[in-house]
């Protein structure tokens, strides 16, 4: 029976016996796609339905859910002197470290994007730190590398410049975390020099017939043709630094420290939720979290078509 | 520009450089001389991490290697299946259910975490394993599950056409035909899903409690925070920071072509 069921994709005819075949291939498929579904409905779309519903209670995991309404919502806009912080260092966090890591990748993408012996190892050097970045080991280096008398500020010295204790001032602690994430660009270069070397080399000649110079070849042909990349990089890495969690945690022990200035937004949900186990509050910041990630995302989309090349325009 | 390039190469790998050799300095000297090159060479340091806690620091590369291998067995077996009937079969409300699986791409856990463990939590699983490894029995990584259905679509369609010619039902198809040409996305998806876990914090964090569970960035984290102005064991933190990394870098020395590839191509998150 099954046998059938690549010719009845081809066959498009409604019949009694097509109708038993899909039927058929119905069943195969769906057996094979029970592992998925049941993921899908267990961990994620049941309990998305679950966590909205708890955004609305107070939940301390030993008593049952107490409905609230919009308290928690209310109270996270109004009266929560930690959310704003939390939310303002994430948000710095992004929109800082995410343009500086995308160009610097694009700019070592560039500087690499060409043949010369040894040219392979500069780019795993390059990509290593964003194979390391995540672990726990990177951040508890960056702790020290930062620290009063560590090696960032034995460099500055020579400079003549004495350097801050970097993680004890609210000022600058958040910096070390957004060096910490350009640092690990890697992915996105790797993601960039992939597109480098699907521009056609005859554009390139064909700029420098017209005796166009490196840094006008740059701003004409690469920028233009590679800007769906650069929107994918920056979404990407967008949503999953709104999500960055371990670096701010090992930084500051768990709390955020000094004056909230390293409470990532994701810290501050887990604090709440599995510290202070408010969990109804903690999912109320989550939903919140995915209204922010959905909704820069769709401005990322909207405001596409205004910058991302399109090869069918 | 080739010159900048080394340098600049230089000064991404100099702070690995530096936690190192500072792994290997007396404890006074590691805010004191930053030259890479010890003055007094001392490897008291990793046994002295070693044995830092109750139980042996083996025990929790242990733990980390378990969750990891479970976790890969998880992802080959989900996602390739999963990703075949995407790819491959036709049946009612596929669209749909491939964009939903599609969105999972791009949605935070955290939506999920908070029911999930509550979950996990009244079914006495916490401070086990599997609240890591049983999802990666149900296809949640999208990421892998959208990687192999791209790989699967590249294979030529003949193949699986000419043994359903022969009578092999779709699960036949995949067991013989496709899942065998999927090797290299297989190789693939078990590096990435290593190093993901390997790296994972968050999960481990939430789930894992007791001492003898610990995973190697839990004990990390132990480590560090007892490490501070008042208790000096830089030497040790660092020791053990690079043991924790060692077999991220048997990765990299192995399989950068391959992890190279799986970014450029799906744009995974390295």
Not at chain 1, 284 to 290: F, I, N, Q, R
Request: glycine share 6%; net charge neutral; proline share 6%.
């Amino acid at each position: 029976m099954s046998q059938q069921a690549s010719v009845g994709e081809v066959v498009r005819v409604a019949s009694p016996a097509r109708t038993v075949r899909q039927r058929s291939a119905n069943g195969a498929a769906y057996t094979m796609l029970v592992p998925w579904l049941v993921g899908f409905f267990g961990l994620t779309a049941i309990p998305m339905v679950a966590s909205l519903y708890l955004s609305f209670t107070d939940y301390s995991l030993l008593a049952p859910p107490e409905w609230v309404g919009a308290d928690n919502y209310a109270y996270m806009f109004n009266g929560d002197y930690r959310f704003w912080p939390s939310l303002t260092v994430t948000a710095f966090y992004v929109f800082v470290s995410v343009p500086l890591a995308t160009v610097v990748a694009l700019a070592v993408a560039v500087g690499l994007n060409r043949k010369m012996r040894g040219i392979g190892i500069l780019r795993s050097v390059y990509y290593l730190p964003s194979l390391l970045g995540g672990s726990v080991a990177i951040a508890i280096m960056w702790r020290e590398l930062f620290d009063k008398n560590g090696l960032v500020n034995l460099v500055l010295s020579w400079f003549g410049i004495d350097g801050p204790a970097w993680l004890a001032l609210p000022q600058t602690a958040p910096w070390t975390l957004v060096f910490l994430h350009a640092w690990q660009f890697g992915a996105p270069m790797v993601i960039f020099l992939a597109a480098l070397k699907q521009i056609p080399s005859d554009l390139y000649e064909a700029a420098e017939l017209d005796g166009a110079n490196r840094v006008q070849v740059f701003f004409t042909i690469t920028l233009p043709l590679i800007t769906p990349i650069v929107f994918f990089n920056v979404v990407m890495q967008m949503i999953t630094s709104f999500q960055a969690f371990t670096p701010a945690f090992v930084i500051s022990n768990g709390t955020g420290a000094p004056l909230d200035s390293t409470l990532f937004y994701t810290l501050y949900l887990y604090i709440e939720g599995f510290g202070n186990f408010r969990m109804g509050y903690a999912a109320a910041l989550a939903w919140v979290l995915l209204a922010i990630i959905a909704g820069l995302t769709a401005l990322a989309f909207a405001t596409a078509r205004f910058w991302v090349f399109n090869p069918d325009d | 520009m080739p010159a900048v390039l080394v340098l600049g190469a230089l000064l991404m790998v100099y702070p690995l450089l530096w936690m190192f050799s500072s792994s290997l300095k007396p404890e006074d000297e590691i805010f004191r001389n930053l030259s890479l090159i010890p003055q007094a060479l001392t490897f008291q340091n990793y046994p002295k991490g070693w044995t830092f806690f109750n139980v042996p620091f083996s025990l929790y590369f242990i733990n980390s290697f378990v969750i990891a291998a479970i976790a890969i067995v998880g992802n080959l077996l989900s996602c390739t299946i999963t990703a075949y009937v995407f790819a491959r079969l036709r049946f009612r409300w596929r669209n749909l259910w491939f964009s939903l699986m599609l969105l999972g791409l791009m949605l935070p856990h955290h939506v999920t975490i908070i029911p999930q463990y509550i979950m996990f939590n009244n079914a006495h699983l916490v401070n086990t394993i599997l609240p890591l490894v049983l999802p990666k029995f149900l296809a949640v990584d999208s990421f892998f599950v959208f990687l192999m259905v791209q790989f699967i679509r590249s294979i030529p369609r003949e193949l699986d056409e000419a043994a359903t010619m022969d009578g092999a039902g779709p699960f036949r198809v995949f067991v013989d035909i496709i899942l065998p040409l999927c090797t290299p996305a297989l190789v693939t998806v078990s590096i990435f899903t290593f190093v993901w876990t390997w790296n994972d914090f968050f999960s481990q964090l939430l789930y894992l409690t007791s001492g003898d569970k610990l995973t190697v960035p839990l004990a990390l984290r132990m480590l560090n925070s007892s490490t501070g102005e008042a208790t000096s064991t830089w030497g040790i933190l660092f020791a053990m920071s690079c043991l924790s990394i060692i077999p991220l870098l048997a990765i990299f020395f192995f399989f950068q072509r391959r992890l190279v590839e799986g970014i450029a191509t799906t744009g995974l998150k390295g």
